[in-house]
């Protein structure tokens, strides 16, 4: 049984958004501020990827924790309600996900995954950003 009524249920469904996202804009933000330069969600590369930085042919997927099934995370929990819908959907996007990602690698792209949880925690952004950052950097050309 929800613990909301339908209608609220509807709102709060419909404000999620697959783009410019908080996260996203936060990596942006640091990105652009270090110098680099980049694409959103490139509809040309397999998956959309959140970030695409062509001169370092490396591309950025930030995921969301729930809607990605990130395992062993506390803000990833299958709903008590329909929960078969829900571990079919988290597993379906796991392995779109999977074969975004190969078929990238195979395309010569390299493939950066940043969780939702990773910038959240204020305890852990700034080094979560520098990570990105260096590993975008160590494959300068």
Known sequence: ????????RHYNMSRIHGKDTKPEIAVRSYLFKN???FRKNDKRLPGSPDIVLPKYKTVIFINGCFWHGHEGCTYFRIPKTN???WQDKINRNRERDNDNYQQLKKRGW???VVWECELRKASVV???LEKIM????RNEL
């Open 110 to 112: 390299r493939v950066i």
């Open 35 to 37: 110098g680099l330069r």
């Open 134 to 137: 260096t590993s975008v950097l």
């Open 1 to 8: 049984m929800d613990t909301v009524s339908k209608e609220q």
């Open 126 to 128: 700034d080094y979560t």
């Open 83 to 85: 929960t078969q819908f």
